[in-house]
Nanobody, 116 residues
Framework: VQLQASGGGLVQAGGSLRLSCAAP???????????MAWYRQAPGKERESVAS???????NYSDSVKGRFTISRDNSKKTVYLQMNSLKSEDTSVYYC????????WGQGTLVTVSS
């Protein structure tokens, strides 16, 4: 599974970012069989799950982002998104996408830095 996350950057607290994660080399029927998720890892901390979404669009969020982040997917484009609003300094992390549960191979994440 090769997943390419993008869209990170530097943003002020209270701002918004939209992350994207594409799986261009995955066969569409295979991609559609997977539940997809966003994960993040802050410096010195373990990687944690942020949000997940099934093929049919059922979502789940960690308590720390519930009400602020929205996960979505476009199955025709084999892409999953993470809309992040009302960002806080504690959201600063490298964000990754992967299947849920995650495969052993992690793609390159995208860094989100929230300045207070």
């Amino acid at each position: 599974v090769q997943l390419q996350a993008s869209g990170g950057g530097l943003v002020q607290a209270g701002g918004s970012l939209r992350l994207s994660c594409a799986a261009p080399r995955m066969i569409t029927s295979v991609y559609n069989s997977y539940e997809m998720a966003w994960y993040r890892q802050a410096p010195g901390k373990e990687r944690e799950s942020v949000a997940s979404i099934t093929f049919r669009g059922a979502t789940n969020y960690s308590d720390s982002v519930k009400g602020r982040f929205t996960i979505s997917r476009d199955n025709s484009k084999k892409t999953v998104y993470l809309q992040m609003n009302s960002l806080k300094s504690e959201d600063t992390s490298v964000y990754y996408c992967n299947t849920n549960p995650p495969s052993k191979k992690w793609g390159q994440g995208t860094l989100v830095t929230v300045s207070s």
